[in-house]
């Protein structure tokens, strides 16, 4: 079936780095990808949606300057986590919509950022 | 808005016991639900969906039926299995027809875990 990987799976940075996490739609291509947050104990929030080629929405109280998101080929969207702090340790989720078919959402396996 | 809420684990069971995990939402028009299912290491699969009232969903022995009227969606198996153990969460979309195309909002997640 469709895959959608994430990497990397976990990543531990010092506050004030940058952190770039990827999700590749593995066998398929997907025009739309979602990038999902997800606190210990809590659902998964919806931060952004990102079809290819054009900016990204942000769902609201969502920082777009801080989760830079880029989705410049129908395979490949990044997020990009600016000037981390501590609060930003997060398991951030990515799923990938495909082009045809159902459009069923496919999810990446997650990435756990720890800000130190 | 929309919201989904589930009932609070960790669920513990013994093999071949029954499963039922609550699930309510609040949703302006006609959402489809949905049960996704993460395993450990793993992405969130799809493991059930139901598209309009009375509508039961199933697979792999789980089963879900959408009731308008409670605006439940209790996720339920008859005997569950060691392999069963994984976090479940209920889902909700805002676009009715069954495609998971729109924005999905998630319960805060439940886990199971089964005992041989």
């Known amino acids: 079936g469709a895959v959608v990987s994430q990497h990397p799976s976990r990543v531990i940075c010092k506050s004030g780095t940058s952190v770039k996490i990827e999700c590749r739609s593995l066998?398929?291509?997907?025009?739309?990808m979602f990038w999902y947050r997800q606190f210990p104990k809590q659902s998964l929030m919806l931060m952004a949606t990102?079809?290819?080629?054009?900016?990204?929405?942000?769902e609201q109280g969502v920082e777009k300057d801080k989760f830079l998101i880029n989705h410049a080929s129908l395979t490949l969207s990044t997020l990009t986590v600016t000037s981390a702090h501590p609060e930003d340790s997060s398991f951030y989720i990515c799923s990938a919509r495909g082009y045809r078919g159902t459009g069923e959402l496919f999810f990446g396996e997650g990435s756990r950022l720890t800000v130190l | 808005g929309n919201s989904v809420t589930q009932m609070e684990g960790p669920v513990t069971l013994s093999e071949e016991a029954f499963l039922t995990i609550n699930c309510t939402y609040t949703a302006t028009g006609y959402p489809s639900l949905f049960w996704y299912v993460q395993y450990p290491g793993e992405g969130l699969q799809l493991l059930l969906k139901a598209t309009k009232a009375d509508d039961k969903g199933s697979n792999k022995g789980f089963e879900a039926t959408y009731r308008k009227e409670t605006t439940s969606f209790h996720l339920e198996k008859g005997s569950v299995q060691v392999s069963d153990s994984a976090v479940y969460f209920c889902?909700?979309?805002?676009?009715?027809?069954?495609?998971?195309?729109?924005?999905?909002?998630f319960g805060q997640g439940t886990i199971l875990t089964v005992h041989p």
């Open positions: 889902a909700l979309s805002d676009h009715a027809g069954g495609t998971s195309y729109g924005k999905l909002t």
């Open positions: 066998d398929f291509q997907a025009t739309t």
């Open positions: 990102s079809n290819e080629g054009s900016k990204a929405t942000y």
